[in-house]
């Protein structure tokens, strides 16, 4: 079974700054690309931000100019940086990443428990 672990989650004031990570917990093999959503109380999933294979991105206007996102291919991690944060972007914050589970041929989509933002 693949399991992504988020870390790096708090609470802060706005105009700060966190890290969030995402990574496969054990030896899993996962693709070089991932996403970032967010889902507030109340509120439906919403897409942060996208890396491909070719380190391109992709960020969702709310979030433009203040996060950025990248991976660490020999860590196996994704990272997301967020800077100047706002009360707007607290939220539960999710990685999705495309794995493989140990011994299968096959590759799935994996979401992670998801790891929560406050900013006050």
């Known amino acids: 079974q693949v399991q992504l672990v988020e870390s790096g989650g708090g609470s802060v004031q706005a105009g700060g700054s966190l890290r969030l990570s995402c990574a496969p917990s054990?030896?899993?093999?996962?693709?070089?690309?991932a996403a970032w959503y967010r889902q507030a109380p109340g509120k439906g999933r919403e897409f942060v931000s996208r890396?491909?294979?070719?380190?391109?991105?992709e960020y969702a206007d709310s979030v433009k100019g203040r996060f950025t996102i990248s991976q660490d291919n020999i860590a196996n991690t994704v990272y997301l940086q967020m800077n100047s944060l706002k009360p707007e972007d607290t939220a539960m914050y999710h990685c999705?990443?495309?794995?493989?589970?140990?011994?299968?041929?096959?590759?799935?989509?994996?979401w992670g428990q998801g790891t929560q933002v406050t900013v006050s």
């Open positions: 999705s990443r495309r794995c493989r589970p140990p011994g299968a041929s096959t590759e799935y989509d994996y």
């Open positions: 054990g030896d899993i093999y996962c693709r070089n690309e």
């Open positions: 890396i491909a294979p070719d380190d391109s991105t």
